[in-house]
């Protein structure tokens, strides 16, 4: 029996994920998009299908004995850790495009494993592919948290290990915020558009978490156990769909002595844009090139190898041309914005949220 699961996001863009319900786990593959998630849609821009296929891999390039690549169209069986996969991308660059995924049993894994491997490793693929989508339509994904009130967003961007989490969880508790997305939002124009992926942990972790260090193993056995018999209810919060961006707050850990409680705030200068550009650049491409399933022996950001193939055979594709797209978009919209470093001492508490909540609300928000 086959599951078809369909989403829309913002009525922008349209997928659906198609897969066996051979393990019947089916609620694990919502989590991520769960909040996208609808009855059914018409004319999908992107199709998953998880389960075996034939590729149609005829008249290709064949690069490093194991890429087939033809206008639009990338296959490859490889392996690496403790996963063996085949991946094919029909409609690479335009036009709907269609991943048909398979991951193969031959290397001995844990049983739970052998479900989380084919349900969430097409996902990472699906990602990237709904990224270049956005941006066909001018729209633009970026690695940052968003948190919003009163339609005015503000963007937390900072490498993982920055507090944007717990940032995001505070706000909401203790200042009637909405969380837009904790790793990822929409930029269209001068406003921001949700994308809160894995809202349900987000959800449970604000709710019962202090902060995200908090989040281990114990805790994630406790949201399983609520999520699958039930416990999971939408909360409002996760309503607010845009808002208008009113300023961009680049967070870092700062190295001072254990036990300093006071937040550094550093007005980022106009003159300064294009570095702060590079850096949201390098940010978005860090997502491509690290931590891809690394509990699995994945870390070589598999679809970022499958991009550079492709355009070694076909340099000016249309994937490649989505980074600059991206670039004149952010100098638009942040020429317009209040840009301030935050440096956060390393023992994050509710004092330091005090402080940024007070700077942006005495600096920021009208």
């Known amino acids: 029996m086959r599951q078809t699961l369909s989403y829309n996001i913002h009525d922008i863009v349209k997928f659906q994920i198609i897969r066996d319900r051979k393990f019947d786990f089916s609620d694990l593959i919502k989590l991520r998009f769960s909040c996208f998630e609808v009855e059914q849609v018409d004319k999908p821009d992107i199709i998953l299908k998880i389960g075996k296929f034939t590729p149609s891999k005829e008249n290709c390039?064949?690069?490093?004995?194991?890429?087939?690549?033809?206008?639009?169209?990338?296959?490859?069986?490889?392996?690496?850790?403790?996963?063996?996969?085949?991946v094919e991308i029909i409609g690479f660059e335009r036009g709907t495009t269609t991943i048909n995924f398979h991951a193969d049993n031959r290397f001995q894994m844990?049983?739970?494993?052998?479900?989380?491997?084919?349900?969430?490793l097409p996902q990472a693929f699906l990602l990237r592919t709904i990224e270049h989508k956005l941006s066909t339509k001018g729209y633009f994904l970026i690695h940052s948290a968003a948190v919003s009130k009163d339609n005015q967003a503000y963007l937390l961007t900072g490498r993982e290990g920055c507090f944007k989490t717990s940032l995001c969880m505070d706000f909401v508790r203790h200042a009637g915020f909405t969380c837009m997305g904790d790793d990822r939002a929409i930029l269209y124009q001068n406003r921001v558009l949700n994308f809160p992926m894995n809202s349900a942990i987000f959800e449970f972790m604000t709710h019962r978490l202090p902060d995200e260090r908090h989040?281990?193993?114990l805790s994630e056995v406790q949201f399983a156990t609520r999520y699958f018999l039930g416990g999971h209810r939408k909360t409002g919060r996760e309503g607010a769909r845009s808002a208008e961006l009113k300023a961009l707050l680049v967070v870092t850990k700062s190295e001072g002595l254990s036990g300093s409680k006071r937040v550094n705030f550093e007005s980022v200068p106009q003159s300064s844009l294009e570095q702060t550009v590079d850096s949201l650049l390098l940010n978005n491409k860090l997502e491509d090139l690290t931590g891809f399933m690394p509990g699995f022996g994945i870390n070589s950001a598999p679809l970022f190898r499958y991009l550079l193939a492709y355009t070694f055979v076909f340099p000016n594709n249309s994937v490649v041309t989505q980074e600059r797209k991206l670039a004149e978009h952010l100098r638009g919209i942040l020429a317009k914005i209040p840009i301030y470093k935050v440096k956060i001492p390393p023992d994050y508490d509710l004092a330091i949220f005090n402080q940024i909540y007070e700077f942006i609300f005495r600096n920021c928000h009208d």
């Open 61 to 86: 390039y064949l690069l490093d004995h194991k890429y087939y690549i033809k206008d639009n169209y990338f296959y490859c069986h490889e392996s690496e850790g403790k996963v063996a996969w085949k």
């Open 110 to 120: 844990h049983p739970i494993n052998l479900i989380r491997v084919p349900l969430f």
């Open 215 to 217: 989040l281990g193993f």
